[in-house]
């Protein structure tokens, strides 16, 4: 068994070195057993951090113990425009920790505490632009990206009630958001500064939210979960940043910004049955009310040139400095899991989950191009002692997303997406 396990984290550990992230998933991350099963299992027991998404599982949990959860991400979005032009995002380190702490208090009642990345959307594209007016010519370079992190921290506790469960988990959220983009500079072709200027917002906040979840035991080989994870909202507050207005309008270079972010109610709800002693399966759905969340992302400035000046979309690369239209619409997940345990207590999972994205057609642009997806994923799980671990890998294909009455025509073509995801949870029980 400890050859067993030497050799699987060894493998995982290797394949994760060479692997890159910046994925623009918006599904809460979770730990390896989940991931392995399709990423929802929301009947099933997978630990603490787990009990972020049905804080009602962590009754099946006997042991205290702590837990940790590593992942890397090798993603691209790719972008093919009306006219021909393709542009594919960078492949950048993006890794991702969490960890937790299980006390269980009795067979009836346990009690968990545990920190995760819940959302990690990231979009980063190389991105150049050859500028002609006249005599006048310049190939400028800018950075381009949309770089959103929701951390939670949350405490849980689960109830039994004979053969019903309750959870709950009260959770606190923060929120960053660094996002860069280019805008043409019109007084240019007057000689006033260079064609195109660098902007970059970074933003943060803190705020509330809370997690809900129950599982209903209708025998000893099925059992069905429900999980409700309420919206969040804050006003995020930073500094937006660039030279061009400083040069045409002599302003300041850096302002205040205030943005509203949202994220909307989600229920699940999830089965899991055992078609042998040896066999599990397990079949989810989730609901996601994107469609309820606000239509648009509105910066406002403590700079009124700023605020004045940046309030259409930009000629070049399409998008307004002042609002992101967001317009999202409501999205289903479904997927389904397979667990083997074999005689030596090895598990062997696989699952598959179509994601659907919530952007509609104003929404797609460089920094918001996810599109619906296919997620195959497989996994391994082992105990030996004290310690069990569970590794996985997940593939994600895109379903090409054409878009072609898009509220700003050089953003319209056609969108698409891919990543791998590995990961490894390693669990300790204390006593």
């Known amino acids: 068994m400890k050859r067993n396990l030497m050799f699987i984290l060894i493998i995982t550990i290797s394949n994760a070195a060479i692997l890159f992230g910046g994925g623009t998933d918006t599904r809460v991350k979770s730990n390896s057993k989940t991931v392995s099963l399709n990423g929802l299992y929301f009947a099933g027991s997978d630990g603490i951090i787990k009990s972020f998404i049905n804080p009602a599982g962590l009754i099946y949990l006997n042991e205290s113990g702590i837990e940790f959860t590593i992942l890397d991400c090798l993603a691209q979005n790719s972008f093919e425009s009306s006219s021909g032009e393709l542009y594919n995002s960078l492949r950048e380190d993006e890794f991702s920790f969490s960890g937790g702490f299980l006390w269980s208090v009795s067979d009836e009642m346990k009690t968990a505490f545990s920190y995760q990345e819940a959302v990690g959307y990231k979009s980063?594209?190389?991105?150049?632009?050859?500028?002609?007016?006249?005599?006048?010519?310049?190939?400028?370079?800018?950075?381009?990206?949309?770089?959103?992190?929701?951390?939670?921290?949350?405490?849980?506790?689960s109830y039994r009630f004979g053969n019903i469960v309750f959870g709950l988990s009260p959770v606190l959220y923060h929120i960053t958001n660094k996002v860069a983009f280019s805008q043409d500079n019109q007084m240019w072709t007057s000689g006033v500064g260079t064609a195109a200027y660098q902007f970059e917002y970074d933003e943060d906040a803190w705020t509330f939210g809370f997690n809900l979840g129950a599982i209903t035991e209708f025998s000893d080989a099925f059992r069905v979960g429900l999980s409700v994870r309420s919206s969040y909202s804050a006003d995020l507050e930073g500094s937006?940043?660039?030279?061009?207005?400083?040069?045409?309008?002599?302003?300041?270079?850096?302002?205040t910004v205030i943005s509203n972010f949202e994220m909307p109610w989600i229920i699940g709800v999830g089965s899991v049955y055992s078609l042998t002693s040896s066999i599990n399966l397990n079949i989810d759905i989730q609901y996601s009310l994107w469609g309820s969340t606000a239509s648009s992302i509105n910066h406002k400035f403590g700079n009124q040139i700023w605020q004045d000046n940046l309030s259409s979309p930009d000629p070049t690369s399409g998008i307004n400095g002042g609002t992101f239209t967001l317009n999202y619409k409501n999205t289903l997940d479904l997927g389904i899991g397979f667990e083997y345990v074999s005689e030596s207590m090895i598990s062997y999972r696989v699952g598959y989950l179509y994601s659907q994205s919530p952007?509609?057609?104003?929404t797609y642009s460089f920094l918001y191009p996810a599109v619906d997806t296919h997620t195959m994923s497989l996994g391994v799980g082992l105990r030996e002692g004290n310690l069990l671990f569970d590794a996985s890998l997940a593939y994600t294909i895109g379903i090409e997303r054409s878009v072609n009455s898009g509220a700003v025509e050089n953003l319209n073509g056609t969108y698409d997406y891919d990543s791998i995801v590995p990961m490894v949870t390693l669990k300790y029980i204390i006593f």
């Open 124 to 157: 980063s594209w190389p991105y150049a632009q050859y500028y002609q007016q006249d005599s006048l010519n310049a190939l400028l370079v800018f950075d381009l990206y949309n770089d959103l992190k929701v951390d939670a921290i949350s405490a849980s506790i």
């Open 240 to 255: 937006a940043k660039s030279k061009m207005f400083a040069v045409t309008d002599s302003t300041d270079e850096t302002t």
């Open 359 to 362: 952007n509609s057609n104003e």
